[in-house]
């Protein structure tokens, strides 16, 4: 068993920043839709509207950070071992059977959090975005044009908080199914993940083979197959050496 | 779980923040302000001193020589004062599907004591002339303005009951007019306050006790404070006072508004001032009325008439005081601390008049138009309907059960056997001769039909900590606006799909995982924690 360093600081602080700000959103929200009581509503309004800013701003930083690390190619959704994913939670789960899906560096997520959470990027979140914006601005004639009624809006804004809620849950569920009880949630903090010892070997070559192939030589728009695999393997074998001495120093140290 | 700790406490200091954000009146006058200077410090030196004029002096044989000694020096004010409303009791104003009706305290019929047609010499105490005691009265001749009964200082000067407007034989008027001056609240109360036959029975929101009362009862015109006058909000030019009550009005024009001193951006947080634009100020700052005094609430004449054994006319008081039962009058039931009913109002009203057939049970006598939808594009009103606080006088009265008109009765006259019912209690005899009065049809047939009369509140405003909170209105199951129901009020409102589909959602997924970790745990034997 080893551990990998899969999950970048930014993209941590992006995950616990959004659950802290859904949390509230959620709290102040059912409060002010007149399900709960946990707040003052004046407060509930006030928390509300404040987490709904900073959830935009970090949005906006979230979108950059995914665009600029290609990182939103990891949210598009695959068939593949759907269905295997599917059976394991259905079946293999129970008989400790090897998760269907291993991590990788490009591809951190399983077919169904593929799907769930583009979903929730593309459809749920804007959907929240925009009928909170219509709540705040065009409720009332201040910007020159006013929605016919609150109603639609609000109702959307209210489904789409019950499918963040259900999701919620879910997901909190599901954190507990790594390779151990809390082992999701320690690499969600620390940005560690525990990976199985033949995992490694994929993920260093993975790793490897990006960095090849963002290499090319002049003049040429790609590299045949086997400059690819020479440049691969000697680099492999480099960065080998490399860690291994740097361990033998740790070690006299 | 350093984050966790970190998230946790950043949620607890928002919190705290807020909790502490208290509202904190520590100045009332970093409130923004329109036009208004303060009173404290200001001093009202009258120019003249009324008392030294000789023409003051000499004796007047009646109250017709005070007002001509009055205008001798004040030339052109009686042109004024025959220009206004409350002078004429009428004025014109335009009614919705009935075009441009000369309508005032002199023709229109309420639910109170119905109207002053046949019965004038009473009525006509609260008015600023004398002698209009029918129709034959000159409006014409100024010598018949009462100077006196607005510009008293004394409060001495009263005005005799049933002398169609003279003063009480027991008035001074050398006195009286020596020490003359802005009208105050004394002045404009003794018919506004003790209007409808006693202390606060139209208005709820204007009671005797607003003379002297507490910041609770009235924070402008408490004596523990600003103390203002009637007319530092009504602010009178050329006679001519603004500020329409809707008993009477039908047009959204020439109103006293708290926006005028108060503007239209009054608090410092931005969604109450968006609150603005769709709920009147009134609905939050006045949470009840009736605040000093009861205010009557239910009138049914059907009941008058019962007299003693004697034959004779008779009075029952409820708990508080309060005629609950008079022969002359009937039942009556008063209440005070009352909680508004909410209406949506586009400043625009109609009236039931004594010539309208009756097509609607109750019968309302002045219909508050506005809705949601009503955002003021298409309409008159030029603005947007609001949600007014409104006190509702309900009423059982006398109505022609043939011509389906209501029907104006003749109540007084100062002998007995003229027909009057308040002093013969014969319903038909007053119909007859009240309508005759009216120039209206009287078929013979009488019966007594339900009424509601429509008081949108603006007095008796409250200190700014006891307005009404979000919670008010934002939630179920007691929202105080629960009867409008054409919009949706987040915290009240739902959608009872979404709800259920929701909540199905959140339980299927609980129970599901209940399930799943239950399966986890036994199908699982050993499950994996923790071990590396």
Wanted: overall charge neutral.
């Amino acid at each position: 068993m080893k551990k990998v360093y899969l999950y970048k600081k930014f993209e941590r602080f992006w995950h616990w920043g959004q659950s802290l700000l859904i949390f509230a959103l959620l709290i102040t929200g059912f409060d002010i839709h007149g399900t709960t009581h946990f707040f003052e509503y004046s407060q509930a309004v006030a928390i509300h509207n404040i987490s709904a800013w900073a959830f935009l701003v970090l949005i906006v930083f979230a979108i950059f950070w995914h665009v600029t690390t290609d990182e939103w190619k990891q949210y598009l959704p695959t068939a593949k071992n759907m269905k295997a994913q599917l059976d394991y939670y259905l079946v293999g789960i129970f008989a400790h059977a090897p998760h269907p899906v291993k991590k990788r560096t490009l591809s951190k997520l399983n077919p169904l959090q593929r799907i769930t959470y583009f979903a929730l990027k593309i459809v749920i979140i804007p959907t929240m975005v925009i009928t909170g914006l219509m709540y705040m601005y065009f409720n009332y004639p201040i910007l020159e044009f006013e929605i016919e009624s609150l109603e639609t809006v609000a109702i959307i804004h209210t489904m789409g908080a019950y499918l963040l809620l259900t999701f919620l849950i879910i997901h909190l569920y599901l954190i507990t199914t790594g390779h151990t009880l809390t082992s999701n949630l320690k690499a969600m903090i620390t940005g560690w993940e525990v990976v199985d010892d033949e995992d490694v070997k994929d993920i260093v070559e993975e790793a490897v083979e990006v960095t090849g192939l963002k290499i090319r030589p002049v003049g040429r728009t790609r590299q045949s197959h086997e400059e690819l695999e020479e440049l691969v393997l000697n680099a492999l074998h480099e960065t080998e050496t490399k860690v291994k001495n740097k361990k033998l120093k740790g070690q006299k140290k | 779980m350093k984050k966790l700790t970190l998230i946790v406490a950043l949620f607890c200091t928002t919190h705290w923040l807020f909790a502490n954000n208290g509202t904190n009146r520590d100045s009332i006058r970093s409130f923004p302000m329109n036009e208004y200077v303060y009173k404290s410090g200001n001093t009202n030196n009258p120019s003249a001193d009324h008392s030294k004029f000789a023409i003051l002096q000499q004796p007047f044989a009646s109250a017709h020589d005070a007002t001509a000694a009055c205008l001798s020096c004040h030339t052109e004010r009686d042109k004024e004062i025959m220009a206004t409303s409350h002078w004429h009791w009428r004025r014109s104003e335009m009614l919705e599907g009935k075009g441009v009706v000369s309508l005032g305290k002199a023709n229109i019929i309420n639910n109170f004591c119905i109207g002053i047609t046949g019965s004038e010499a009473t009525c006509t105490r609260c008015h600023i002339g004398y002698g209009w005691t029918d129709s034959s009265f000159d409006f014409t001749d100024p010598l018949n303005i009462d100077c006196l009964v607005c510009h008293d200082k004394t409060g001495t000067y009263k005005k005799k009951p049933g002398g169609a407007g003279y003063p009480a034989e027991s008035v001074n008027l050398n006195y009286v007019s020596q020490h003359v001056g802005s009208p105050g609240r004394e002045n404009c109360g003794v018919c506004h306050f003790l209007g409808g036959g006693g202390n606060n029975v139209k208005h709820g929101d204007l009671d005797i006790a607003m003379l002297d009362c507490s910041r609770e009862v009235d924070v402008h015109m408490t004596t523990d404070g600003e103390n203002m006058s009637c007319v530092d909000c009504h602010i009178t030019e050329k006679h001519q006072i603004p500020g329409k009550v809707y008993a009477l009005s039908s047009e959204n024009k020439n109103r006293t508004t708290c926006e005028q001193c108060h503007t239209d951006k009054p608090h410092q947080s931005t969604i109450l001032n968006e609150h603005g634009l769709r709920v009147a100020c009134q609905t939050c700052h006045i949470p009840e009325y009736a605040k000093a005094n009861g205010t009557k609430m239910i009138w049914d004449w059907s009941t008058a008439g019962r007299l003693d054994e004697h034959g004779n006319p008779m009075h029952e008081n409820d708990a508080d005081g309060n005629h609950n039962y008079l022969s002359i009058k009937g039942n009556f039931v008063y209440n005070d601390h009352v909680i508004p009913e909410y209406f949506w109002f586009n400043g625009i009203a109609n009236h039931q008049l004594i010539t309208d057939k009756i097509t609607t049970i109750p019968v309302q006598m002045n219909t508050l138009y506005g809705s949601y939808n009503d955002k003021g594009t298409h309409q008159k009103s030029h603005a947007p309907a609001k949600i007014w606080p409104v006190k509702v006088h309900r009423g059982k009265q006398i109505y022609d059960t043939v011509n389906m008109t209501l029907i104006q009765p003749k109540l007084w006259d100062k002998e007995s056997g003229k027909g009057a019912y308040w002093t013969d209690f014969d319903w038909n005899k007053a119909a007859e001769l009240g309508m005759a009065a009216c120039g209206m049809p009287y078929s013979g047939e009488y019966g007594f039909v339900e009424t509601e009369m429509y008081w949108p509140l603006n007095h008796q405003v409250s200190p700014a900590n006891e307005s009404l909170k979000c919670i008010d209105c934002h939630s179920r199951p007691n929202s105080r606006l629960a009867s409008l129901n054409d919009f949706y009020l987040p915290g009240r409102d739902f959608n009872p799909i979404v709800e259920t589909a929701g909540v199905s959602f959140i339980l299927v997924s609980i129970i599901g995982i209940a399930f799943h970790a239950f399966c986890r745990i036994v199908f699982g034997g050993k499950c994996k924690i923790d071990n590396p």
